[in-house]
C-alpha cells in the first residue's frame, strides 16, 4: 500500500508560480511512476505530467507549454510540481498519483494509477 499526501496548492494570481508537493509512505517510492493529474469543475480528470519509476523520463501533456515541471526526490519519497505563469485555465484540484513499475502501460490514463493522494486545489485569479 501506498499513501500519498499533497501539499502546496492555494490562491495565486495569473502569471504567477507555485509548487505543488506529493509524500509518499513506504521503502520502494522509487520503483513507482507518479504522476500529477487535475481536475476542474465539471470536467474530467486530466493528466498532466509524469515522472517514471527510473526517474529518468518524464513526460507532459502538450497543452502545458513548458510551463509545468515534474521532478522527485527519491530520498524524501517526494515528487514535485513546479507551476509557472499560471493561467486561470490551470484552476482545478490537482492529485498525485502513483503506479508500480511495469510495461506496457498508458502514463496518460487515471485508470493506471491504483493509488490516489486526496488533492489539492489550485485557484488562479484573473
Known amino acids: 500500500q501506498v499513501q500519498l499526501v499533497e501539499s502546496g496548492g492555494g490562491l495565486v494570481q495569473a502569471g504567477g508560480s507555485l509548487r505543488l508537493s506529493c509524500a509518499a509512505s513506504?521503502?520502494?517510492?522509487?520503483?513507482?511512476?507518479m504522476a500529477w493529474f487535475r481536475q476542474a469543475p465539471g470536467k474530467e480528470r486530466e493528466f498532466v505530467a509524469v515522472?517514471?519509476?527510473?526517474?529518468?523520463?518524464?513526460y507532459y501533456v502538450d497543452s502545458l507549454e513548458g510551463r509545468f515541471t515534474i521532478s522527485r526526490d527519491n530520498a524524501k519519497n517526494t515528487v514535485y510540481l513546479q507551476m509557472n505563469s499560471l493561467k486561470p485555465e490551470d484552476a482545478a484540484v490537482y492529485y498525485c498519483?502513483?503506479?508500480?513499475?511495469?510495461?506496457?502501460?498508458?502514463?496518460?490514463?487515471?485508470?493506471?494509477?491504483?493509488?490516489w493522494g486526496q488533492g489539492t486545489q489550485v485557484t488562479v485569479s484573473s
Open positions: 513506504g521503502r520502494t517510492f522509487s520503483t513507482y511512476s
Open positions: 498519483a502513483a503506479t508500480p513499475r511495469r510495461s506496457g502501460i498508458d502514463f496518460r490514463q487515471s485508470t493506471t494509477y491504483a493509488y
Open positions: 515522472s517514471t519509476w527510473s526517474g529518468g523520463s518524464t
